[in-house]
């Protein structure tokens, strides 16, 4: 989920910067403090949205640096269990394929691909048994997250399925809805 989040904290402006007006200054430094920072309670921060406000500056003795205390807003995504993302195959191993999110990738097992058996070939494709369907690097795809791990912001993990009905490439629900539906026992 994309969220706006109100911050304030204070933003070193360094001397080389002094030739800017201070909110272009301000607004660099915040981007490049926080542009792809990860975080639990913020998540992925995609890009500094705007500054609401500065303080005045001071400068503190040794560093030569201009501090200004400035609130901002920020954009971030916050990957959100059970949510239904959309995202390209960015690549695909034997055990599975990982799919860009935009701000973040995630993986999406061999298992959690299809409904169906499904086969790993040597030109990165996975293709189910039965269905034939396949799925490929830069197919457009849905999927659910299932698992999020934000702990260590060097290494953010996103787990995904596409095993449910809508999920998958746009075709696959096509497919989905041209089926006649299979009756249970109590239906017949």
């Given at each position: 989920?994309?969220?706006?989040?109100?911050?304030?904290?204070?933003?070193?402006?360094?001397?080389?910067?002094?030739?800017?007006?201070?909110?272009?200054?301000?607004?660099?430094?915040?981007?490049?403090?926080?542009?792809?920072?990860?975080?639990?309670?913020?998540?992925?921060?995609?890009?500094?949205?705007?500054v609401?406000?500065?303080?005045?500056g001071?400068?503190?003795p040794?560093?030569?640096?201009?501090?200004?205390?400035?609130?901002?807003?920020l954009?971030?995504f916050?990957?959100?269990m059970?949510e239904?993302?959309?995202?390209?195959?960015k690549?695909?191993a034997d055990?599975?394929?990982?799919?860009?999110?935009?701000?973040?990738?995630?993986?999406?097992?061999?298992?959690q691909?299809?409904?169906?058996f499904?086969?790993?070939?040597?030109?990165?494709?996975?293709?189910?048994?039965?269905?034939k369907?396949?799925?490929?690097?830069n197919d457009?795809?849905?999927?659910?997250?299932?698992?999020?791990?934000?702990?260590?912001?060097?290494?953010?993990?996103?787990g995904l399925?596409m095993?449910?009905?809508?999920l998958?490439?746009?075709?696959?629900?096509?497919?989905?809805?041209s089926?006649?539906e299979?009756?249970?026992?109590?239906?017949k």
């Amino acid at each position: 989920m994309f969220y706006k989040v109100e911050l304030k904290d204070h933003i070193r402006i360094p001397p080389s910067l002094f030739n800017l007006p201070v909110e272009e200054a301000i607004i660099k430094r915040t981007k490049k403090k926080y542009e792809g920072y990860i975080d639990q309670e913020l998540g992925i921060v995609i890009d500094v949205s705007s500054v609401k406000h500065i303080d005045e500056g001071i400068i503190i003795p040794g560093d030569g640096a201009a501090h200004y205390e400035t609130t901002f807003e920020l954009l971030t995504f916050k990957p959100e269990m059970q949510e239904v993302v959309v995202g390209r195959i960015k690549d695909i191993a034997d055990f599975g394929a990982f799919i860009t999110l935009g701000a973040i990738e995630g993986m999406i097992h061999i298992s959690q691909t299809m409904d169906d058996f499904v086969s790993f070939s040597k030109d990165k494709v996975l293709v189910g048994k039965d269905s034939k369907r396949s799925l490929k690097v830069n197919d457009l795809c849905r999927a659910r997250i299932i698992a999020v791990s934000l702990k260590d912001p060097a290494n953010p993990k996103i787990g995904l399925t596409m095993r449910q009905v809508g999920l998958g490439k746009p075709e696959w629900s096509d497919e989905d809805k041209s089926k006649p539906e299979k009756k249970g026992k109590e239906d017949k």
